[in-house]
C-alpha cells in the first residue's frame, strides 16, 4: 500500500471514516490534505496524519458551494502543484430532526442529494482536469452497503449510495484513457456519528429494542446482519483506500469493494 510522496485530498476527512482514511494514507507515506465542513475537526486530524511525517495541511470546505469547492482545489494546488489522490469520503444520512420523523422530509432528499452526489461530483470534477493533465490519478469514493441493496433505513441515503456507485463506474469510463482509477469503497456498519442517528431512529421501536442504549442497538444490529460477528473500523476502511489509492491496484477500476464483514457479497 505504498502511497509514498503522493498528494491525497480526503473530503469529510476531521472525523470518522475520513480521519481513518486520513490517517491510514499518511501512514502509508502520503500528504493528505483534510478537506472537511468542521475546521476544527479538519486541523486536529492533520496534525494527527503530519505525527506521522506525512506534510499535511487541513482545509475548510462545504461540498455543497461551488466557490467553496474551487478554492480548495486552488489552495491546495498552490500548495502542493498537484493532486493525485481524491477520496470523496463526505457524506450524510439526512438533515436534522429525521431521527424523529417517520418518513423522509424534502431537506432530507435535498440535503442527501447535496453532498452524497452532487458534492462528490463538484470535487470530482474540480479536482480530475488536474490529474488528466498529468495523466496520473486514483480516485476513491465512499459508498455503502446501503448502496448495495435497499434497507428500510433510510430510501434517500440508499438511492445516493447506489448513485455513488453508479457515478464510480462512469467516471471510471469517462477518466481511463487518462489512466486515471476511479472505485468506491462500500462500508458495512462503523460506530461514527452517522451510525448513532441511525441507532437513536431505530430506538424508537421500543418493543424491538426496550431499553437499549444506541451503542447496544448498534451492538445487537452487527450481531444480526455481519457474518464476521464484528464492527468494521475506520482503520479498516483506510486500509481499502490506501491499497485502492496505491500503483498495487493499477488495474482495478469501476469496482465497488464491500468492506462489511461479508454481510454483502456482490
Ligand atoms: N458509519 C457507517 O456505518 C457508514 C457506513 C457506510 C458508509 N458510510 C459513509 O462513510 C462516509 C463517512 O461517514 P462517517 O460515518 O464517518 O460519518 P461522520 O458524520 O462521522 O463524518 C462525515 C464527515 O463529513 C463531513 N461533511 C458533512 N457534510 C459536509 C459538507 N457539506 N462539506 C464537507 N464535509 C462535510 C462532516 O463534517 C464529517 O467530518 C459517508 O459518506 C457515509 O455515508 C458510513
Known sequence: MDVSGS???????????GRGIVLALARNGAHVVVADLNPNDAE?????????????????????????????????????????VLVNNAGV????????????????????YEVNVKGMARVTEAVSPNMKERRRG???NIASIAGRLGTLTSGPYGASKAGVINLTQY??????PYDINVNAVCPGLLWTPIWERIALRYGRDKEKYPGLTTRQVFERTVRERIPLGREQTPEDIGNA????????ARNITGQALNVSGGSHMN
Open 138 to 140: 486514483k480516485i476513491v
Open 241 to 248: 483506500v490506501a491499497f485502492l489509492a496505491s500503483d498495487a
Open 44 to 84: 486536529a486530524a492533520a496534525r494527527e496524519a503530519s505525527a506521522a511525517q506525512s506534510r499535511s495541511m487541513p482545509v475548510r470546505v462545504d461540498v455543497t458551494v461551488q466557490g467553496s469547492v474551487d478554492g480548495m482545489v486552488a489552495d491546495v494546488l498552490a500548495q502542493f502543484g498537484r493532486v493525485d
Open 171 to 176: 467516471w471510471a469510463l469517462e477518466l481511463a
Open 93 to 112: 444520512i439526512a438533515a436534522p430532526g429525521w431521527e424523529e420523523r417517520d418518513s423522509p422530509s424534502e431537506e432530507d432528499w435535498d440535503l442527501i
Open 7 to 17: 498528494v491525497a485530498i480526503v473530503t469529510g476527512g476531521g472525523r470518522g471514516i
